[in-house]
């Protein structure tokens, strides 16, 4: 299968704060980051805890940020209702949030299966949110080389969608990666890459789609990884909580 080269200019940049920071960091980071140029863009989301984005939709409109906001989760529900602790993908739209992060392996670990997670990203669609769409083999996998299989799997899910699909973020989060210093390598990174991208190309054809990758992203790994890789963008957990971390990062990515 032929695979086609994907423009690799203006990286998308997706912090994923996971279950961390306060409302000192909210206001520091969203004050700092609007002031530079290099944190300042479009191309740059904050999934920030879904507690504090009102109050971050509020910071972006007073500095007439360009960066943009996610949710790291949204609800299987979408009709609002008795559904105690739950946070419609109606509401996330509300706040004119446009994208979710679904399917987190670390959500996955929480009983996020199949089902739902389709639910979700359906919801998310239905709304005219982008889904970024987590998907990553385990250590186990990956040793029997069976993420081939595993990924294809996940990726099937997105042609059994009850609403159209018209723009999604495929995000290759390899579980063994999050957290814990180690990467695949770039041949790795450009077979999982070339699986995806050629899935896309095959099953996706009128969906606006890009591919990134997540897992130990730091300012280390970040120059060779983004030489060497087609992958849209990146998604950073543990680096973008460290303001000296994420905007070298930013830096690297940004044109
Ligand atoms: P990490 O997390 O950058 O800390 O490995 C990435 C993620 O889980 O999205």
Not at 138 to 157: F, G, H, M, P, T
Not at 172 to 193: N, R, V
Request: net charge neutral; proline share 2%.
């Amino acid at each position: 299968m032929q695979t086609i080269k994907k423009n690799s200019n203006n990286k998308l940049i997706i912090a994923n704060w996971k279950m961390n920071g306060d409302i000192n960091k909210i206001n520091h980071d969203l004050k700092l980051y609007a002031s530079l140029a290099k944190t300042n863009s479009s191309n740059i989301l904050y999934a920030i805890p879904m507690i504090y984005l009102a109050h971050a939709s509020y910071l972006l409109s007073k500095y007439h940020a360009n960066y943009q906001l996610v949710t790291q989760d949204i609800s299987i529900y979408n009709d609002l209702g008795a559904h105690t602790g739950e946070i419609s993908a109606i509401m996330v739209a509300n706040l004119n949030i446009k994208y979710s992060i679904i399917g987190h392996s670390e959500r996955r670990a929480f009983q996020d299966h199949d089902t739902i997670v389709m639910q979700k990203i359906t919801n998310a669609i239905i709304n005219n949110i982008t889904p970024i769409y987590c998907i990553g083999e385990s250590l186990d996998i990956r040793q029997n080389c069976a993420q081939n299989e595993l990924l294809l799997a996940q990726l099937q899910l997105l042609t059994q969608m009850p609403a159209k699909i018209t723009n999604i973020i495929i995000a290759y989060e390899p579980i063994w990666a999050i957290g814990t210093g180690k990467i695949p390598t770039i041949m790795q990174l450009s077979d999982i890459f070339n699986l995806i991208n050629n899935f896309c190309c095959q099953y996706l054809t009128d969906v606006k789609y890009k591919i990134i990758y997540g897992g130990s992203v730091n300012p280390h790994n970040i120059q060779e990884l983004s030489t060497h890789l087609t992958f849209d963008g990146f998604l950073i957990g543990g680096a973008s909580l460290k303001n000296d971390e994420f905007i070298n990062i930013c830096q690297t990515l940004i044109i």
